[in-house]
């Protein structure tokens, strides 16, 4: 369990930094990242390269024996480079350009920009590459915040007519699969195409979701083409990008394909993401000081599978933020509650954004580990104590691997982009579909693994499908070799990788294994809402509902109030036709559960656990003291058994 902190030296004197770096060892944190917005302090006129700076930097911090990680400054190109390349600043979707003034003003596209990075990483790497202090390199910094990528230029639709090309190689196949006869859309060539932009009313939607396949593929090269230099130069670092948790622009799993990284990392920044996702209001206004229990674990649950077992939180919420639509002080314990539990998931390091709260304006009320006179913040005074009892413990300083999970959910970002397309009905957000299942199964007190479609699935013994657009044969030929239970959700396999209704209707190529077939599809405004009952637990469809048929021998397991089956079973599989009310997603979970031999525990409100190697951890998120569910003769190492808000126990599993 290691800390680390982000710095930025060149905000603050020179006279400051070795006593910085002194304090950061005194609180317990091992790594320090710097760098990845200074780009116009390491060349500050075209060609210009001035290290100096940057070499007492790493000097000062390496030799108080802090371990650092150095980011690429590309998310922050200089006045002078866009000067002399204007056409580096992205295009929003009506036309216009994001202006110079804050960060992030580069269009992913753009061949010149790229040239440009691969320069200043270059340069960089060369530099510091070898440095044994220098342990890992992060790239840009939240590739795709503040909404500038996709970027509608010239540039991205030039990519774009090549990434089509290759995709499709003749412009009749293109035609065909697009289905551009309809409003006679046909394109004469690939270079007649435009952007899926300023079009009068919906743009064909496999346009749409070619497009973002393509911005996609654009990030993760994007990526690519520093790893490259990174790699050559520095062969023994890791690599690493931070992501940003519930972002969806780009397809998180793919990127990291091959050797993209070594690292999954993420920011995290519980509260402002639940005051920012789509939660009911109650759950908003019951979790607004503590965050919901689930909103960090989904993602440390994604990013570990992303990075193969290996990932950090490279900025971790310290105090009160500054971008959400209200940024409370979180409640006490909450800070070191997000590390244990970070941990409990499987981090290998959680690095807190930042070392002190800022001198300027900008971002200037965002809390750091220190306030602004130096004085350690009530955050960091959590973070010292955190670091004080994880080195006062064998136990928790030696942790083992996280337990492997039972249980997989299946995300998949296609779907969510081919739901945004066609949400059908304006609340049905695929994530947020996701996320409830997920809190279900978290509530029932189950470890979870997040992954891809195209994961290997044979070690988990139920696997959960929200939902997921295209079914292909892989995938079924998963399901038949699998002795695993395995839900479905509605919409699932509704529509082929063309985009198209499959020939033999929805759940398409699912159907070999789960005969059935979807009729219609409905959704729902909030006062359309059937009645159903799963076991004794009643409830509604909510978002979307789906008329279904059961085939051959398959079962109706339960059914809508106005008879129209609500679950179809299958020897293993359950289909379920709609978007149900949390408790019946609960209730299906725990039944398909219980089938896998899997126990479950329905958890005191506002708790989760989690375990990691020999170790069981339980967190308390809810506004009132709850008992953990530890057996009687629990041998804790950290806490008790007793949680107030924002308290941690853990205890040795048998
Ligand atoms: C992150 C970003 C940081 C800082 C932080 C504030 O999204 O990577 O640079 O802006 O937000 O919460």
Known sequence: MQLGVCYYPEQWPRTMWADDAKRMVELGITHVRIAEFAWSRMEPRAGEFVWEWLDEAVATLAAAGLKIVLGTPTASPPKWLIDACPEVLPVRADGTRWNFGSRRHYDVSSETYRRECVRIVTAMVERYGRHPSIVAWQTDNELGCHDTVPSYSDAALARFHRWLRHRYETIEALNEIWGNVFWSMEYP??????????????????????????????????HAGQVEVLRRHAPDADILHNFMGFFTTFDHYRFADGDALDVAAWDSYPIARTESIALPEEQKARYARTAHPDVSAFDHD????IGRGRFWVMEQQAGPVNWAPWNPVPAKGMVRLWAYEAFAHGAELVSYFRWRQCPYAQEQMHSGLNLPNNELSPGGL????????IAASAALSALGAPSPASVAIVFD?????MFEIQRHGKTFDYQTLVFDYYESLRELGLDVDIVSRSADLSAYRLVVVPSLAVID??????????SAQWVFGPRSGSKTDAFAIPGNLPPGALQRVLPMQVLEIE?????LAPALSVGDTHGVAMHWREHVRANGDTRVAAQFDDTWPAILAHGKLRYVAGWLSHALHREVLQ??????????????????????????FAFNFGPQQAQAPAPADARFVLGGAQLHTGDVCVWRNG
């Open 523 to 527: 959704s729902l405004r909030p006062t």
């Open 413 to 417: 970002y296609e779907t969510q982009w």
């Open 302 to 305: 994604r990013y570990r599978a």
């Open 591 to 616: 039944q398909a559960a219980r089938q896998a031999g899997i126990d479950t525990q329905l958890l005191p409100d506002g708790v989760r656990i989690r375990r990691r190697g020999e170790l069981t």
């Open 189 to 222: 060539s690939f270079e007649a195409i435009g952007l899926p932009n300023l079009t009068p009313t919906d743009a064909n939607p496999i346009h749409l979701l070619d497009f973002r396949r393509f911005v996609s593929d654009e990030v993760a090269s994007f």
């Open 473 to 482: 044969d892989a995938l079924v030929d998963q399901i038949e070799r699998s």
């Open 382 to 389: 959590e973070v010292q104590q955190a670091a004080r009892e």
